[in-house]
């Protein structure tokens, strides 16, 4: 089996994941679009046993049949001919669909294998064939097979090899930007390291991934030839033997069908090109939504105001130890993705935490435990789906989740501002920095002035150390670490009192790394900022935080001063993840790990959420959820049953 | 671990031409991705190599495999000079050293099926073409690299893979060759912390059971600490200091090591240390400093730092660095 699967599955392969063929079920437009084309080939296919009389046939036609209007005997009336529109319609559409179909395989054929072999091999190849596929763009299509056609035999054969050999150059352009797209990636590599040449790796990597943009394509390219072709025959030059809709109009057209006032001679073949036409665009269409399936809960939308219930009672964690002003209070917040055919995924449930003004509070937690989904909450930057069901945020004694889209809006940046994990790559390239810095400011602050904006971003570039001179330049000019303090800048536009770092330092060197958490450590004590650092590093929570909010599936696993999470931590996971984390003191300890993996939102396991992992799990985890039990009055929370007083 | 060398390096040069010569300018600048870099390494034995971002390590990689043309130099694994081989022999040789790479979500062809991944190296070489022992071996290595049972695997798509899992799989893939070297290029860095330690042991693993040489690229040296028998640190297309794990754990004599070291953060908040925190970026390689190519950004440079370009000097007999400064000048 492993040899036959490795065959090229050409029908199947845009429909490589599974559930490609329910989804194009789901998809309207496409499936519109293939009835209509699948009720065109019935026709086409049947039209010996559909049509009621025989076009090709004179015989008891006398010319009183003439453009006779439609009737019981003829549905669609007569042409100027005396024959059948309805039996020409249905035979015409033969000839339709034959000349679309084979024309356009020729191009995709031809288009196609230009493509790969310019894409794939490059140099001096590429750049033939591209500079060729060029200039047989840049000449118009149409008057180009006028031309040839006039001048050689008007025969079907004829039109379909002309209209194929003239229509592949999107289509090569196409393919060709594809197949340099898949090149670059890194499962290309592998298989060279492998040991593949170079056929091997066009047939099972390159192949694969351009048929489903050549099927969606070559649909294109299907009704462009059947258009072509309609207008060769209308203007005269297609083949005369055959009935197609272009011949049909040409006739009515040139034998007087609108002064006789026979709109059905005209109207018929139009709209079976019509038809044609419009289920070939929806197929089109649909199936390229079918390949590339956009979630349509991405866009951000005003959320709806937070459904307060009975508020749960959990334990906020009020630190005695903190004599500073408490700046942002989360309050048992739960935040669901809410989907049409699914449970809600509980994303984050219950979390509750206090920042002081000037603290560094770590967030430490691995993928899917909803720490991101926690922070874009906090400036309501979740996705349409994701809703605040349950708890209160707190900003210096305002309920963020009771504001409306203008009141957040004020509040954003200006009071609370984030720096977006990969925020480094979030930078517009066409646009220099320090216009960017401008842009933050301008959105936020009343400045009226030019001058005044300019020297504020001039200001921020000083705060984080980045040369003036690097003002002007755009981000391309500039390296990870400096894009990264950009970054910064722009969070600090507004002078907020909160920051949010999601994973800030994550794709960075670690010498770069010290410098950006150096960097954010004079800032907050230079600033009296209060910083939230999201991160799933362990050493750097371990080198700058205050205090650190272990999160776990969503929920939390831990809360307390740094030090104690450390050296005296309470809760199962904290324990694992303390061991799993290297540590360059001791070398020679053997790290582990945990074995099994997070928790998906959408199927959450009855009671603790860690229990399936868990060394220490017994039967009450894996049936009742444990509570947020406070120790050493408030100051230390852990959510495990195990530490319950 | 045997004193037989499975892979020699010798004055490995790698320079890529920087822009392009255009009718107006005759661009002759190189960047020295890889240059002049010694490296052994014995059958069994695992090295990590150390570095930032520029440093070379990747491309070091890549051109012990052959994806690249070295410049200048030679490599020799296990006594065949394989600098310059043609086509044919260099498919030869890539049975017998194989990759990991970092990414395991683009490592990986997303249309095809675990067991057509794990079967392509042997597809590509026409090793065992009964289908039968085919499959068989596909199993094996799937299972040798932790994925058991290897029949659920089979038929599933890299799409329904963690990480971890897909990390295993482009590992079996390469164990499926029976490689006697191993080039891991950051092969965790994209995983979970917490999962990351299964991958390693495996590796460890692996070099226990098999006796595969291993070359772990990192820029984190903390997750190899117990793994890797000796450490090499690069800096700008060289090694600045190579060793046992103690001797440069332990005893950094390279003020760079020594400054990396005092930066990867350790998880105690107790043991809060003073970081040496180096300014700028690693310059570029294509317009070199003179002398020490660390002198811009060192602490500790002198005068002739600027003028000098040093060697690796010994330090032990397993230890040597590259400094003017050696055993005279510890950064505090």
Same mark, same amino acid.
């Given at each position: 089996m492993a040899v036959q699967t490795v065959e090229l599955k050409p029908s199947t392969g845009s429909l490589s994941r599974p559930s490609s063929w329910t989804t194009l079920g789901k998809n309207r437009i496409g499936l519109v679009g293939l009835i209509m084309l699948v009720a065109a080939v019935v026709v086409a296919v049947f039209a010996s046993v559909l049509a009621p009389y025989d076009p090709k046939t004179s015989e008891g036609i006398t010319s009183s049949d003439i453009y006779q209007r439609p009737s019981s005997a003829h549905l669609l009336g007569t042409d100027d001919a005396g024959k059948d529109v309805l039996s020409s319609f249905i035979y015409g559409s033969r000839v339709s669909l034959i000349v679309g179909f084979f024309a356009a395989f020729i191009s995709i054929v031809i288009g196609g294998i230009i493509g790969i072999v310019a894409g794939f091999y490059g140099g001096r190849l590429e750049n033939i064939l591209m500079r060729f596929t060029d200039t047989m763009l840049v000449i118009p299509d149409l008057p180009l097979i006028i031309v040839i056609v006039a001048l050689t035999k008007p025969s079907l054969l004829n039109i379909i090899f002309v209209i194929g050999l003239l229509g592949w150059t999107t289509t090569a352009r196409l393919v060709r930007s594809q197949t340099l797209a898949v090149k670059s990636r890194k499962f290309v590599l592998r298989a060279r390291a492998i040991g593949a040449g170079n056929w091997h790796i066009i047939q099972h990597h390159i192949l694969p991934l351009v048929l489903p943009l050549l099927v969606v394509n070559a649909i294109l390219v299907i009704s462009l030839a059947i258009l072509e072709e309609s207008t060769l025959s209308f203007l005269g030059l297609g083949d005369p033997t055959v009935i197609s809709w272009g011949q049909m109009l040409n006739f009515a057209f040139g034998r007087g069908a609108m002064s006789a006032g026979a709109w059905w001679a005209l109207v018929a073949p139009g709209f079976g090109i019509v038809w044609i036409v419009l289920a070939l665009t929806l197929l089109g269409h649909g199936l390229e939504q079918v390949l590339n399936p956009r979630l349509e809960s991405h866009h951000l939308m005003?959320?709806?105001?937070?459904?307060?219930?009975?508020?749960?009672?959990?334990?906020?964690?009020?630190?005695?130890?903190?004599?500073k002003p408490v700046v942002l209070d989360i309050q048992n917040l739960s935040i669901h993705y809410i989907s049409e055919d699914k449970p809600p995924a509980r994303a984050v449930e219950n979390v509750s935490f206090q920042l002081h003004e000037g603290e560094l509070m770590g967030l430490v937690g691995e993928s899917g435990c909803g720490k991101t989904t926690l922070m874009m909450a906090l400036m309501k930057l979740l996705p349409a789906a994701g809703q605040i069901v349950n708890g209160k945020v707190l900003f210096n004694n305002q309920d963020?989740?009771?504001?409306s889209e203008e009141e957040i809006a004020d509040v954003r940046w200006s009071a609370i501002s984030i720096i977006f994990q990969g925020a480094m790559n979030a930078l517009n390239p066409v646009r220099t920095v320090g216009e960017q810095i401008a842009e933050a400011i301008k959105k936020h602050v009343a400045i009226y002035h030019e001058a005044q904006v300019d020297e504020r971003v001039s200001e921020l570039l000083e705060l984080v150390g980045i040369a003036e001179e690097h003002k002007d330049h755009f981000p391309h000019q500039y390296s990870g670490g400096m894009r990264q303090r950009a970054m910064i800048a722009m969070a600090l536009a507004c002078s907020p009192q909160v920051v949010i770092a999601d994973e800030p330092t994550t794709a960075l060197d670690v010498m770069i790394q010290a410098q950006i958490l150096e960097l954010l450590d004079d800032l907050r004590k230079k600033l009296g900022l209060a910083i939230i650092f999201v991160t799933h590093d362990l050493g750097v929570v371990a080198e700058m935080c205050d205090s650190v909010l272990v999160m776990y599936g969503g929920v939390t696993a831990e809360y307390a001063s740094v030090d104690t999470i450390y050296n005296a931590p309470r809760h199962p996971y904290t324990q694992e993840l303390l061991k799993a984390f290297p540590d360059l003191s001791k070398p020679e300890k053997r790290l582990s790990s945990i074995p099994g993996y997070p928790p998906k939102l959408d199927a959450l396991p009855v009671g603790c959420r860690f229990a399936p992992r868990c060394p220490l799990a017994f039967e009450r985890c894996f049936i009742e959820m444990p509570a947020l039990h406070s120790l050493n009055g408030g100051d230390h929370i852990a959510s495990c049953h195990l530490v319950e007083n | 671990m045997s004193n037989d060398f499975i892979l020699e390096v010798k004055n490995l040069k790698k320079y890529f031409q920087a822009g392009r010569p255009s009718w107006f300018s005759l661009n002759e600048d190189y960047i020295h991705a890889v240059d002049d870099v010694d490296l052994q390494l014995r059958r069994g034995e695992v090295i990590a190599l150390v570095g930032e971002s520029g440093c070379g390590k990747s491309t070091l990689s890549l051109t012990l495999m052959g994806l690249e043309k070295a410049t200048e130099g030679s490599i020799i694994f296990e006594g065949k000079d394989i600098t310059h081989i043609d086509d044919r022999q260099r498919k030869k040789i890539r049975q017998r050293i194989q990759m990991v790479f970092q990414d395991p979500y683009e490592s990986l062809n997303p249309t095809q099926t675990i067991e057509e991944i794990v079967t392509e190296p042997l597809i590509v070489h026409g090793i065992s073409p009964n289908l039968d022992e085919r499959r068989e071996r596909v199993r094996r290595a799937l299972e040798d690299a932790?994925?058991? +049972?290897?029949e659920s695997y089979l038929h599933r798509f890299p799409h329904q893979l963690s990480g971890g899992q897909r990390q295993r799989v482009v590992i079996a893939g390469a164990l499926v060759l029976e490689p006697h070297l191993l080039l891991a290029d950051e092969p965790v860095s994209m995983l979970d912390v917490s999962i990351r330690a299964e991958i390693i042991n495996l590796l460890a693993d692996l070099r226990k059971s098999r006796g595969i040489s291993v070359i772990f690229i990192t820029h984190d040296l903390g997750t190899v600490g117990y793994f890797a028998d000796r450490v090499a640190v690069m800096y700008l297309g060289r090694i600045v200091e190579i060793g046992t794990m103690t001797d440069v754990l332990k005893n950094p004599q390279h003020p760079y090591t020594q400054a990396l070291l005092s930066v990867i953060p350790v998880p105690n908040p107790r043991l809060r240390k003073k970081r040496i925190i180096l300014q700028g970026e690693t310059p570029n390689p294509i317009d070199l400093p003179s002398?020490?190519?660390?002198? +811009?950004?060192?602490?500790?440079?002198?005068?002739i730092c600027k003028q000098n370009d040093p060697d690796l000097i010994r330090v032990s007999e397993t230890h040597q660095a590259a400094c003017l400064l050696l055993n005279k000048v510890t950064v505090t």
């Open positions: 005003p959320g709806r105001p937070a459904v307060q219930q009975e508020a749960m009672l959990g334990i906020s964690a009020r630190s005695s130890r903190n004599p963020l989740t009771a504001m | 932790g994925l058991k +049972p290897a002398g020490c190519r660390f002198h +811009p950004r060192c602490p500790v440079a002198i005068d």
